[in-house]
């Protein structure tokens, strides 16, 4: 009985898609995924805040777009969801993972509108601190900064790094402020909280405005308190600003001649002094003032019948209330506050008809406080292999601190293998189909020739 062969033309085209077929299956697993534009691709991807309990991770785009960030202890988990803390699209990414355990390693991707993005094929790992007995001293720095034209720039993202800490991380206010209590900085194995000395410890201030620019800075703390404005595209070096010792405002003073009195010699009569019951004052918070509750009470006094507006700019939340009758006010936000850096504003109209405001910034420190610490990519928060902190150099870059990018092109979500296998396993099943026809094909040949 004669057997039925394949013609041999037909069996080395078979062996040829057969090879080409599984080399682009194994090598390129990404054809069953909708690929990802460069333009949502997360660059500059840091970890910083690291704490015993929480890490923030921020990035940029290229475009203005939404993302949030998947995470868990062994692998990213869509049950974990951090959200992007900007409202709407935008080029700048930040998000804070919070109620996580201490010395414990956690894993993350970023998803970047609609697509999975990992660091080069692995997911982002991070570990958190251990726990640290609460600091007693406050030690705050702050300052603003400004686009080229000297707009305020706001939504942007400060990075502040001191020598032998990890790095610390906030974005700025709608007026382009920001402040971050370095007192709650810790090193960079995040064991200890930093030991600062206030006119030799250098600070490291690196800004990233995405499509606005970067700027950087060189200052020591007593002279950030504020520091000046730091304009994007510029290079500041405020090493030598000598500020006094009280909070970083210059003296000046004023030498009388001989025999002159310190009087002014103008007489005023009658009684002008305003009392506390003309003004609104708020009594229960100081400038910058950390608190450990994140539903905290507002309290002060103002004229009676008085209607104040009061803003907290960064969830953020409106409220109108009255001055009681007994010339005092209270108010809590409706919602819990989230830890961080936030800002309250009260506006009022006085007698006279003129809008006033009185503004304070403050922390929320729920726990140990808003920790601010490294990591393993070139975000301020050390993990389990933290990424290195800006070295300290006798010039700071306008560049923005290195750090790791994420991969370039979209990814099946990290730590699913099962995709890959299969995948893996039809190509070389094509591969040895094909190499069974050019075998039954040579053997044919072979034969014929007999």
Do not use: C
């Not at 080069?120 to 601190?129: C, H, Q, V, Y």
């Not at 070295?391 to 700071?396: G, Y």
């Amino acid at each position: 009985m004669k057997k039925s062969k394949i013609p041999t033309i037909i069996g080395i085209a078979l062996l040829v898609i057969g090879i080409a077929s599984g080399v682009l299956l194994i090598r390129n697993r990404q054809i069953f995924k909708l690929g990802a534009t460069p333009q949502v691709s997360p660059k500059d991807v840091r970890i910083t805040n690291i704490t015993d309990s929480s890490f923030t991770v921020s990035w940029i785009t290229d475009t203005e777009t939404e993302g949030f960030i998947k995470w868990g202890e062994n692998s990213p988990s869509q049950k974990n969801l951090a959200k992007d803390e900007i409202d709407g699209k935008s080029y700048v990414h930040i998000t804070t993972v919070q109620s996580l355990s201490p010395e414990t390693s956690y894993y993350f991707v970023i998803n970047s509108k609609g697509t999975n993005f990992d660091n080069n094929g692995l997911p982002w790992e991070i570990k958190t601190g251990p726990v640290l007995a609460v600091t007693s001293s406050r030690n705050l720095i702050s300052g603003t900064v400004l686009t080229s034209t000297g707009a305020p720039a706001n939504q942007t993202l400060v990075y502040v790094s001191l020598a032998g800490s990890s790095p610390l991380s906030v974005t700025t206010s709608q007026n382009g402020g920001w402040l971050i209590p370095i007192s709650s900085a810790r090193t960079s194995d995040l064991n200890t909280f930093l030991k600062i000395d206030e006119q030799n410890t250098l600070i490291e201030i690196s800004v990233q405005a995405g499509p606005l620019g970067v700027a950087s800075a060189q200052i020591y703390p007593l002279a950030a308190k504020p520091a000046p404005a730091i304009i994007l595209g510029q290079t500041h070096d405020f090493k030598n600003l000598t500020p006094s010792e009280e909070g970083g405002i210059p003296k000046a003073t004023i030498e009388l001649p001989e025999g002159a009195t310190p009087s002014s010699g103008f007489e005023v009569s009658g009684e002008i002094a305003t009392t506390s019951s003309e003004t609104v004052t708020l009594e229960s918070l100081d400038e910058g003032e950390i608190v450990t509750s994140t539903e905290p009470e507002f309290f002060g006094e103002g004229p009676p019948g008085t209607i104040l507006t009061i803003i907290i700019e960064s969830d953020p939340v409106t409220d109108e209330i009255a001055v009681g009758s007994s010339g005092s006010w209270n108010w809590n936000p409706p919602e819990g506050l989230s830890e961080g850096t936030h800002k309250i504003t009260i506006t009022w109209r006085d007698v006279g008809g003129i809008l006033r405001t009185l503004t304070r910034t403050f922390i929320v420190q729920a726990s140990e406080g808003p920790a601010f610490e490294a990591t393993p990519s070139a975000s301020p928060t050390p993990s389990p292999s933290p990424t290195p902190s800006p070295s300290l150099s006798p010039t700071a870059s306008p560049t923005a601190t290195p750090t790791p990018t994420s991969t370039t092109s979209a990814d099946l979500d990290s730590g699913s293998l099962t995709p890959t296998f299969l995948l893996s396993i039809m190509g070389v099943g094509l591969i040895v189909f094909g190499g069974l026809l050019a075998s039954m094909a040579f053997a044919e040949k072979h034969a014929r020739r007999q």
